[in-house]
């Protein structure tokens, strides 16, 4: 590969077009780094016009964007800081109110031109520290899903049928995944391609998904086993007598 070749190739993995890449590496490198407030404000201001955003988004110093046109942000989205959002064709799409902490990484990766790449988010949704999204085979979540620390969430396989051939010369699967509304992923859960996570589920800590699982289960272990059901009033018994604490976030948001 030439060198003309290679920048065309890095160029493409950083923005949609090389003037928008010298715009946005201009106002990133300008703004990036100011800590404060006032960072936060002059990013929400000037980062406005490097990508799709329902108001002033909330971003912390040293977010990292590629590909911003392809970056879409519901009002009240918060970015924390070492955030990273790699929008390749496909993109991410953020729903309002929803918080990425310090290190999460949402990367679409779509350097091979997958059909249903992209990562798709709803409403008030929270994203621990240093959780990772890898959305080649497109990954949709729903409203009101928090993740705890650590999470893996990747729409993506390697093929590894031939032991003749090196793994990465045969190719990859990408199925996608779907978390519906109201989920909870423990710390350290891993979700695998082709998997759906019904509705109202919780997955235990460490828990590794690698089948589907039906709304409101309580699964755990590795592979991930469900054990009970959020319905069933025994399997949430030792919670009901719990003291339950909330906090400003969520009158914030009544």
Same mark, same amino acid.
């Given at each position: 590969?030439?060198?003309?070749?290679?920048?065309?190739?890095?160029?493409?993995?950083? #923005?949609? #077009?090389?003037?928008?890449?010298? +715009?946005?590496?201009? !106002?990133?490198?300008?703004?990036?780094?100011?800590?404060?407030?006032?960072? !936060?404000?002059?990013?929400?201001?000037?980062?406005?016009?490097?990508?799709?955003?329902?108001?002033?988004?909330?971003?912390?110093? #040293?977010?990292?964007?590629?590909?911003?046109?392809?970056?879409?942000?519901?009002?009240?989205?918060?970015?924390?800081?070492?955030?990273?959002?790699?929008?390749?064709?496909?993109?991410i799409s953020i729903g309002a109110g929803t918080n990425l902490m310090h290190g999460v990484i949402f990367h679409v990766f779509n350097y091979r031109?997958?059909?249903?790449?992209?990562?798709?988010?709803?409403?008030? @949704? /929270?994203?621990? &520290?240093?959780? @990772?999204?890898?959305?080649?085979?497109?990954?949709?979540?729903?409203?009101?899903?928090?993740?705890?620390?650590?999470?893996?969430?990747?729409?993506?396989?390697?093929?590894?049928?031939?032991?003749?051939? /090196?793994?990465?010369?045969?190719?990859?699967?990408?199925?996608?995944?779907?978390?519906?509304?109201?989920?909870?992923?423990?710390?350290?859960?891993?979700?695998?391609?082709?998997?759906?996570?019904?509705?109202?589920?919780?997955?235990?800590?460490?828990?590794v998904v690698t089948k589907s699982i039906p709304p409101y289960s309580i699964a755990v272990g590795v592979p991930a086993k469900v054990i009970g059901?959020?319905?069933?009033? &025994?399997?949430?018994?030792? /919670?009901?007598?719990?003291?339950?604490?909330?906090?400003? +976030? &969520?009158?914030?948001?009544?």
């Amino acid at each position: 590969m030439g060198m003309l070749q290679e920048l065309s190739y890095y160029l493409k993995s950083q #923005s949609t #077009s090389l003037p928008r890449y010298v +715009l946005e590496q201009a !106002v990133m490198t300008l703004l990036g780094g100011l800590p404060s407030i006032v960072g !936060v404000g002059l990013r929400g201001i000037a980062y406005k016009a490097l990508l799709k955003s329902e108001g002033l988004p909330l971003i912390e110093h #040293s977010v990292r964007l590629l590909s911003p046109a392809n970056i879409r942000l519901g009002k009240g989205v918060y970015l924390d800081s070492g955030v990273y959002l790699n929008a390749l064709p496909g993109g991410i799409s953020i729903g309002a109110g929803t918080n990425l902490m310090h290190g999460v990484i949402f990367h679409v990766f779509n350097y091979r031109g997958l059909p249903k790449a992209g990562i798709t988010v709803g409403k008030n @949704c /929270f994203f621990g &520290e240093y959780t @990772c999204i890898r959305g080649q085979g497109g990954v949709r979540i729903g409203d009101g899903v928090y993740t705890g620390t650590q999470v893996n969430i990747a729409a993506v396989n390697h093929v590894f049928a031939d032991p003749e051939r /090196f793994i990465k010369d045969q190719g990859i699967t990408a199925d996608g995944i779907v978390i519906e509304d109201d989920v909870w992923l423990g710390s350290n859960v891993t979700v695998v391609d082709g998997v759906t996570i019904g509705k109202g589920s919780i997955v235990g800590a460490g828990g590794v998904v690698t089948k589907s699982i039906p709304p409101y289960s309580i699964a755990v272990g590795v592979p991930a086993k469900v054990i009970g059901d959020r319905r069933d009033p &025994e399997a949430v018994k030792r /919670f009901n007598n719990a003291q339950v604490f909330f906090g400003e +976030l &969520e009158n914030l948001r009544k």
